[in-house]
Each structure stands twice: as structure tokens, then as C-alpha cells.
């Protein structure tokens, strides 16, 4: 493939924000949203006027929270944004990644120099209350039983098979990352557990239980970027470069089915590597999309963390806990921070700018200078649909 | 073929799929160009590897082995309620495809593992539909 993902201007992340990740029944979307965003227009130090360009990325709120179109209208207003153009991304659970995408086109080309990037979901209190969330296209496969936990369950099945992953490997991921809540305010999920906790837990599709599957819940998160130009406008020092920002969709002729690997996330990756001019060797911190524990496991392997198979043996050697070699999901990931699907893509990235900006308290990955969000939403014949890829580099200050 | 549309056969292949599921045949679809052989997805007509327009029906033996599976554990439908948790799977079949997710029935005594023999069965779901199950013996 030949897709040149750089663009002319170099892109910062200026400011950062998000509300807390739980159930909140009184707050609508566009309170989450404004909420978050208006987090991120004081951190930044940017008044709503100046902002050029608004991103958001929801999933569901069609389906949902019955509006389809217009939320990143309507977060606009409620901040006090006129005039500016709003994108409205949808990508399963990788909306908010490509929000962020299209806001970082919008300033690499130049054609915009402040932008305002917004993820939001509500799902706590929605349409359809009760019947099972499915990606778009699943919907009779969900009536069955074939959800997402469903199919993660048979990718655990299989990395097990071929590998010899254990099951007590795969729980040592919800335990790691709960313990990574403990220190997030924000999380929605932060009580320790024990990997006992894990495997006894209620069964959700053998052999992930209730304590492998990443919760629903409410929540917006909001990043400001500028490119140089929009930097230099304002006064502003960036602390924070884009390094790399890769999305794509899924290699579906190939129709394997493998669920060990999936081509689409290291296809991504290795884009992703390229324009930050890094390998996986260089990240010193990462958030990845552990929706089910074992998708953790998964990723390591696609995004090169360790060899393909060597992911479980990863995560019990301790490489991927505060202070391991690669610390991942430092926030509590989707399992504890929670997973309101377009907010995530947007929250991963407000994890790693704490990180690079030594603001991350007890959670702080000493040192951090570069840091990789990886995100995949939908599946389709084997498959994810879409994945994305964000490096992000500390600018020496 | 679809007289105002010619590239677009009359049928959607899911569909010829599950008719022939009703008369008691797993249909796997065959690409003339590329020979690739496919579990059918809905709304695709052309082959899913190369993209050929020249796919046919092939009925297949039903026979093959487990690549995974899962138990679910959920009531999701009324028509499964009475199974649960019931298993869940992707069989390599002899042919050379790998199914999407398949109903999974094991028989007393067989063993649930990636690798064990599984053989294509028609039953009537209680909605009146007939879906393939695989039988793991």
C-alpha cells in the first residue's frame, strides 16, 4: 500500500480534558461533551473563538441516544465555538481516533491551525435498554449470541491452543489493568481485585467472565491541537508532537479468521512507525484496546511489543505494569477506565499527554518521552473494520 | 442476472445460502478465476479474494474440524434460550473454507477442543427457520 499518512505542518497537542468514566443518568451528550472540552480549551490556554476545526467522534448516539448527525454542532454551541466547521465521525469503538485523524489532516495540510477534538458516548441510559450492544452489521449475529465477548472468547480459545497462553495469563491483564485504576480518579472501575476475582467471576462467554469484559458507561474526553502556524499564533510552546497518526480498514479478502493476529493492526502500526521514524522498541508507554483482556495479549503482539505468541508470557514477566519495561494501559485501559466507544479513542490520548507531560501522579511512567495509543473498532469477516495508530513525542523543553 | 442492474445477481447469496440450508445442503461459494472457496457473506456477489464476478455454488460435504469455540453463557434469543450456555464455533471445513460463527452441538462423551471432527446438521429452529449446526462427535 502506498498511503502517505505526513503532512506538511507538524501538529501539537496543546491541551487536554475528560470527564470521569462512569454512569451518569443525568447528563446528556452534549454535557459530556462541553464538559470535557471545556477541560481541554483551559488546559490548552485557547479561547472558544479561537478554535478553527471541531472533531467528534460518537458511535452509537444514533442508535443510542436518537441523534444521529449534529453532535459536534451541538457540543460547539454549548462551548461557544461559532462558525467552525464540525466533523462527525463514526467508527465503532474507533470514532474518537478518527476524530482525532481527521482534526490532524485538517492541521498537517494547513488548511485549519486550531482544532478541537471531541469523543463522547452515553450509553448508560440509551434506546434499546437491555438488548445487546452490537457493532453495526452484527446486529442478527448478536441476537444469537454472537457478540463481541463471543468472539473474543474463541480468540482466547485459540491463543491458548496455539500458543499455550494460560487462562491465568489472560486475567493477569484485568488485574494489572485494575490496579492501574486504582490510582485514576477518573476511572469508572478502580476496587482491587485478584486474578481469583477474575476466573470466578460471573461467565460471560466461556472462557471470559464478567472481570475480562470492559463495562458501558457515559463519558467525553478532549484534546486541543495546533499545527506550528496555530502554535506560533498563539503563543504557545507545545510540549506534545504528533509523531504518527495512522488509520485504515480491514483486509477482509483474506477472510482468515485467525483471531491470533489481525493484519489490519499491524498494517496500522507499522504505518503508524513509520512517519514517527520509531520501532516498537522506542515506546516508553502505551494505551491499547483491551475491550477483553485477552485482546491486550493480542495487540502486544501485533504492535510488536514482543513475538507473535509471546504476549501472555509478556504481561506475566510484569513488562506491562508500572514500572516494566513497556508499561501499558497506565490509565486502567477500556476493562477499569471504562468504555464509552467514542470517547476512548480521545480519553487514550488524554492518558498519554498526562504521561508525557509528567502530570500522571502515582501513575507516572518515569522518563516517558514517546507514547503509542492503538485502537480497532467493528469486525468484519475476520477482521477488524477499522484500526487506528497515534505516536505521540515529548518535545524537550 | 438483474435486468436493470447486470452486474448484480437476482439473489442476495445469503439467501441462496439459507435455502439451501432448508433442503438439507451447506453451500460454500467457488471462484471460477482465483478457485478461492468461501463461506457466503451477505450482500458480496463477487468472489471475496480476487473480486471475480465468475463464483459458483458448490455443495459441500459438511464435514470438518474445530478452529475455536466459545460458550456462551447469555440468553440472547428465544429460540436458544433452552441451550444455555451453549457452545459456539469456527470450523476449517474439508473443502478448504473456514466458516463465520456456527452453532456447535457435542454429542455425549466427544471431546470440545480446537481439532476435534465436526459434521454439518440441519434442524428447525423453533422460529421455523432451518440453520446448520455442527455436530462434534
Not at chain 1, 344 to 355: F, H, K, N, R, Y
Not at chain 1, 369 to 394: C, K, N, Y
Amino acid at each position: 500500500m502506498s498511503t502517505s499518512d505526513a503532512g506538511v505542518q507538524p501538529v501539537y497537542v496543546v491541551g487536554s480534558g475528560m470527564t470521569a468514566f462512569g454512569k451518569f443518568p443525568d447528563l446528556a451528550l452534549g454535557d459530556l461533551g462541553r464538559m470535557a472540552g471545556a477541560e481541554a480549551l483551559r488546559d490548552a490556554g485557547v479561547r472558544p473563538a479561537q478554535i478553527g476545526v471541531i472533531a467528534c467522534g460518537t458511535a452509537r448516539s444514533g442508535s443510542l441516544q436518537s441523534r444521529e448527525s449534529g453532535v459536534g454542532q451541538l457540543i460547539g454551541w454549548e462551548l461557544g465555538i461559532e462558525g467552525a466547521p464540525a466533523y462527525n465521525e463514526k467508527a465503532y469503538c474507533a470514532s474518537g481516533a478518527l476524530a482525532f485523524s481527521v482534526a490532524h489532516m485538517a492541521l498537517a495540510s494547513g488548511t485549519h491551525d486550531v482544532a478541537l477534538v471531541v469523543g463522547v458516548e452515553r450509553m448508560s441510559t440509551r434506546d434499546g435498554k437491555g438488548r445487546p450492544i452490537t457493532s453495526d452489521g452484527m446486529v442478527l449475529e448478536g441476537e444469537q449470541g454472537f457478540s463481541p465477548p463471543a468472539y473474543y472468547a474463541m480468540a482466547a480459545r485459540r491463543h491458548m491452543e496455539v500458543y499455550g497462553t494460560t487462562r491465568s495469563q489472560i486475567a493477569k491483564v484485568a488485574v494489572k489493568n485494575r490496579r492501574a485504576a486504582a490510582d485514576n480518579p477518573k476511572a469508572q472501575y478502580r476496587a482491587p481485585i485478584t486474578e481469583a476475582d477474575v476466573v470466578g467471576a460471573k461467565p460471560v462467554a466461556g472462557p471470559l467472565t464478567l472481570l475480562d469484559c470492559c463495562p458501558t458507561g457515559d463519558g467525553g474526553a478532549a484534546l486541543v491541537l495546533v499545527n506550528a502556524r496555530g502554535a506560533e499564533r498563539l503563543g504557545l510552546d507545545p510540549a506534545i508532537r504528533v509523531g504518527g497518526s495512522a488509520i485504515g480498514s480491514g483486509y477482509f479478502g483474506d477472510q482468515t479468521r485467525s483471531l491470533t493476529s489481525f493484519r489490519l493492526d499491524r498494517e496500522t502500526a507499522r504505518r503508524a512507525y513509520e512517519q514517527a521514524g520509531v520501532g516498537p522498541a522506542d515506546i516508553d508507554v502505551a494505551e491499547v484496546h483491551d475491550s477483553f483482556s485477552v485482546a491486550e495479549i493480542i495487540h502486544y503482539e501485533d504492535l510488536g511489543f514482543c513475538g507473535p505468541g509471546e504476549g501472555g508470557g509478556l504481561v506475566e514477566s510484569g513488562a506491562t505494569a508500572l514500572g516494566g519495561r513497556i508499561p501499558v494501559n497506565t490509565g486502567g485501559g477500556l476493562l477499569n477506565r471504562g468504555h464509552p466507544l467514542g470517547a476512548t479513542g480521545v480519553a487514550q490520548l488524554v492518558e498519554l499527554s498526562d504521561q508525557l507531560r509528567g502530570r500522571s501522579g502515582a501513575r507516572q511512567v518515569e522518563g516517558a518521552r514517546r507514547a503509542l495509543a492503538q485502537i480497532s473498532g467493528g469486525f468484519h469477516e475476520g477482521d477488524f473494520a477499522t484500526s487506528g495508530v497515534t505516536i505521540l513525542e515529548g518535545t524537550p523543553s | 442476472m438483474n435486468a436493470e442492474h447486470p452486474e448484480r445477481p437476482d439473489e442476495d447469496p445469503w439467501d441462496v445460502f439459507q435455502e439451501g440450508a432448508r433442503r438439507g445442503e451447506l453451500l460454500l461459494r467457488e471462484c471460477g478465476d482465483c478457485g478461492a472457496r468461501s463461506w457466503p457473506v451477505p450482500w458480496m456477489q463477487r468472489c471475496h479474494r480476487c473480486l471475480g464476478a465468475d463464483t459458483r455454488w458448490l455443495v459441500a460435504g459438511g464435514t470438518g474440524t474445530l478452529y475455536t469455540f466459545a460458550r456462551i453463557h447469555q440468553d440472547y434469543h428465544p429460540s436458544i434460550a433452552d441451550r444455555t450456555p451453549y457452545p459456539i464455533g469456527i470450523v476449517d471445513l474439508a473443502e478448504g473454507a473456514r466458516t463465520g460463527r456456527v452453532g456447535l452441538l457435542v454429542e455425549p462423551g466427544a471431546t470440545l477442543r480446537a481439532g476435534s471432527p465436526v459434521a454439518a446438521e440441519f434442524r428447525e429452529a423453533p422460529d421455523g427457520s432451518t440453520i446448520p449446526w455442527f455436530v462434534v462427535r
